[in-house]
């Protein structure tokens, strides 16, 4: 047996139109995990759960589903999937949802018999089983959609936008489901664009944007390298000029211990180097360089100092030598991004601060022909 | 696994009906019919509706057993009128919806990721939209077997042709109106768009039975324009052969001058010609409409398999008879075969045109549809609807949702 619930490589998909939905996405997903794909509206998200539900065809596509080919029909016995924007037949009651979807994915009578009340108890809707699926509300339909996922005590689940239009209680209830679903050892893909939802829960994340893989790994292999220490300062008494002319962070600048140059207002995007602030992408950076020990640092105007490291050391040096050139220091916070900070700065430009276009695309130039379908 | 997706599916089917006011607005009226058929009875002189005795020379027991009368009354108002007209319509209705609700989005996405192939799930769903005619002429024959059999003292079982006879015909404009909700998504406009291809089966089915029937007629009068001609020249042969002693010689000859039997004769050989064009022109646009719709379902046809199976071709012969009896009775118009008796024929007398109701002309015409095969009738219309459902099943299994 792989390790992998999901192994695919070269995931592309070409809709009618040269619209590049996919563009090859290579990803793995691990056996007994909670796995996020995260990603704005567009970015491709839901055509690929769809391609790995058989919904839609892959214009290309390698790799394995819990062992078998992507696309294989047997292989989906053993996962459930709870379609975005899902629609369940008005004339079915949500035990009969249950139950019709259940035996869809070939569960036999008597276990769904067992299993009915039980998923529906785990979803807290054991009182509204009878009740017709036209009474019910958003979110009561998606805690149906998550039991109805579960019919088959699938080894994978995959769950496209499952909080969507669900309230905060019913959302805590949904991922305390998704934590007793992985402690029982089955695999959870969660797609979503509600960040704060995927950190809360997710084991291994990926990014998908303009239909590729931006980044995936845990959130602390992606915060790896990317901590920092936040300071707000005032520039020192003389220092003078407006907030935001680049005076009073000079001042600034020249106080702390390290080379620091600045950065020219008219920087060219095509600039390599940052120019916009990590504490907020819209602020152009006035100064950057590095500390004598070695560690980024950058000021932006507000007196906004950000110093790349997790190791508190050389951040008590600029204390220091901040204090001793009459800096006021306002705060000092050690800073760890959040999946929201990862996917800002993976999605904003950094040589303009404005966000990328993120979404599907047609072809890029110059970008390897996919064989439409 | 298959047996219980298979069985979910049909259950799903069902309940979808189950929910829809209009299948239970339908059975309700199919229950009205059997219950009027129960309210009619045929004796000697006629026919009963309640109390009310009502005449009728060809529908009484003279030329019609109480039993071949309700199955008659079943195939043309329940089946004829009904099944394949309103209860054909309203089921259309009804069913319009099942694969444009199917492929909706958000609705397809969960049944396309279960462990069962698109090919079985689309002719799973289609099999299960069939659902809505099966039960309903399963209910009305049913009734309808329980009536003529507590009415008409016959258990006829043979009643329950009608359920994979009805079934068939529904399943000629559900493949389209399938194919067309799989294309279209749009039940108002499958719906709209089967109901004129049926409207087009129907007419063409018309027109195909117009120009048989003008085939038939028009071959008719060459063949008595023939027997005239024939008769024509017998006649005057006789005459002149110095037959004059012989009584029906002189009567020929007293009916009509020797120059004027000629003169008839050159007039009717002169008809001939144009008869035997007109009988070659409707044989050919018959045969051409014939190839067209060889391709089409058999609408009518195949309605009139369940009168082939359960009237016998003599009772109905019967029925032909006694209505053509009638006619005559009344001073039937139109062409008639020369007597074959010389003596009988009178040569002042000038052939008519052959009408549509000419007893040899419906004769022809009901051996024609007791003689269709069902190859013919059931064969090509199944190979349409095959034809159909594949195209539909090939653009469901290919995309994209």
């Known amino acids: 047996m792989t390790d992998y619930a999901i192994d695919i490589r070269d995931v592309a998909k070409v809709y009618k139109g040269k619209v590049h939905a996919l563009r090859g996405i290579d990803l793995r997903v691990g056996r007994g995990e909670i796995f996020g794909l995260l990603g704005p509206n567009g970015a491709g998200k839901s055509t690929l759960v769809k391609i790995l539900m058989t919904v839609i065809a892959p214009t290309r596509c390698a790799g394995h589903m819990l062992g078998a080919p992507v696309g294989d029909k047997h292989a989906l016995a053993r996962v459930g999937y709870l379609p975005e924007h899902h629609r369940f037949p008005d004339y079915l009651t949500g035990a009969q949802v249950l139950d019709f979807f259940g035996a869809l994915s070939g569960v036999p009578r008597a276990v769904r018999r067992s299993r009915v009340p039980a998923l529906l108890e785990l979803v807290d809707m054991r009182q509204w089983a009878s009740t017709k699926v036209k009474g019910y509300s958003k979110g009561m339909r998606q805690r149906v959609g998550v039991a109805q996922a579960l019919m088959n005590d699938p080894e994978l689940v995959l769950l496209d936008e499952p909080t969507d239009g669900v309230d905060p209680p019913g959302r805590r209830d949904i991922r305390t489901v998704l934590q007793r679903v992985r402690a029982q050892g089955t695999t959870v893909f969660v797609n979503s664009h509600i960040l704060p939802e995927l950190e809360m829960v997710c084991d291994r994340v990926a990014l998908l944007r303009q239909g590729e893989v931006g980044f995936q790994g845990t959130i602390d292999e992606l915060t790896h390298g990317q901590r920092r220490y936040d300071f707000r300062v005032d520039p020192p008494p003389g220092g003078a000029g407006g907030v935001g002319t680049g005076e009073p962070n000079s001042a600034i600048a020249s106080a702390i211990p390290g080379r620091l140059e600045a950065v020219p207002v008219n920087a060219a995007p095509t600039d390599t180097g940052r120019v916009t602030s990590r504490i907020d992408p819209r602020l152009r950076l006035t100064h950057r360089g590095v500390l004598t020990t070695g560690e980024v640092v950058e000021v932006a105007p507000g007196g906004l100092v950000s110093v790349l490291t997790d190791d508190p050391a050389p951040v008590q040096r600029v204390i220091d030598a901040l204090r001793a050139h009459g800096v006021v220091i306002r705060s000092v916070a050690p800073f760890r991004p959040s999946l929201e900070d990862l996917f800002m700065a993976a999605v904003t430009d950094p040589t303009t601060g404005q966000v990328a276009h993120i979404g599907a695309g047609p072809e890029r130039p110059g970008a390897a022909k996919a064989g439409a379908r | ?401």
């Not at chain 2, 509706?49 to 009368?69: C, R």
């Not at chain 2, 009643?159 to 109106?177: D, E, N, T």
């Not at chain 2, 117009?210 to 071959?219: I, P, T, Y």
């Not at chain 2, 044989?283 to 369940?306: C, D, I, N, Q, Y």
Request: proline share 3%; net charge positive.
């Open chain 2, 1 to 401: 696994m298959v047996l219980t997706q298979t069985r979910a599916l049909f259950l799903d089917a069902y309940r979808e009906l189950n929910a829809k006011r209009l299948f239970w607005f339908v059975l309700a009226l199919s229950g009205v019919l059997v219950g009027a058929f129960a309210l009619v009875s045929i004796n000697e002189e006629g026919l009963t509706i309640l109390t009310w005795d009502i005449p009728n020379p060809v529908l009484n027991t003279q030329n019609l057993s109480s039993e071949s009368f309700y199955k008659f009354m079943f195939v043309n108002l329940g089946v004829k009128f009904w099944l394949t007209w309103g209860a054909a319509i309203l089921a259309l209705v009804s069913t319009a919806s099942i694969f444009p609700d199917f492929l909706a989005g958000g609705a397809i996405e969960l049944t396309l990721s279960k462990p069962i192939g698109r090919l079985r799930l689309f002719f799973t769903k289609y099999l299960a939209g069939l659902l809505f005619v099966a039960l309903q002429v399963v209910v009305f024959s049913l009734g309808s077997f329980l009536i003529i059999g507590l009415k008409g003292g016959a258990w006829e079982f043979g009643l329950f042709l009608a359920v994979p006879i009805v079934v068939a015909f529904f399943s000629y404009l559900f493949c389209i109106c399938t194919l067309l909700g799989v294309v279209t998504r749009s039940t108002i406009a499958s719906l709209i768009l089967t109901l004129l291809v049926w409207f087009v089966f129907s007419a063409v089915g018309t027109v195909q039975a117009l120009f048989e029937m003008q085939k038939v007629v028009s071959a008719r009068q060459v063949e008595l324009n023939r027997l005239d001609i024939a008769q024509r020249e017998k006649a005057i042969e006789a005459v002149k052969a110095g037959e004059s002693n012989n009584g029906f010689a002189a009567a020929l000859a007293a009916r009509l001058s020797l120059p004027d039997q000629e003169r008839k004769l050159e007039q009717a050989r002169a008809a001939l010609p144009a008869a035997e064009e007109r009988a070659a022109g409707w044989r050919k646009w018959h045969t051409r409409l014939w190839a067209a719709r060889l391709v089409l379902p058999k609408t009518a046809e195949t309605t009139a398999l369940l009168e082939r199976g359960l009237i016998a071709k003599d009772e109905l012969q019967k029925m032909l008879d006694a209505s053509q009896g009638r006619a005559e009775r009344a001073g039937r118009r139109g062409a008639k075969p020369p007597p074959e008796d010389l003596a009988d024929f009178d040569p002042s007398e000038k052939m008519g045109r052959v009408q549509e109701d000419d007893p040899e002309v419906q004769n022809q015409l009901n051996e024609r549809k007791y003689e269709r095969s069902l190859w013919w009738v059931l064969g090509t219309s199944f190979a349409f609807e095959g034809m159909v459902l594949a195209l539909a099943a090939w653009m469901f299994k290919r995309r994209d949702f």
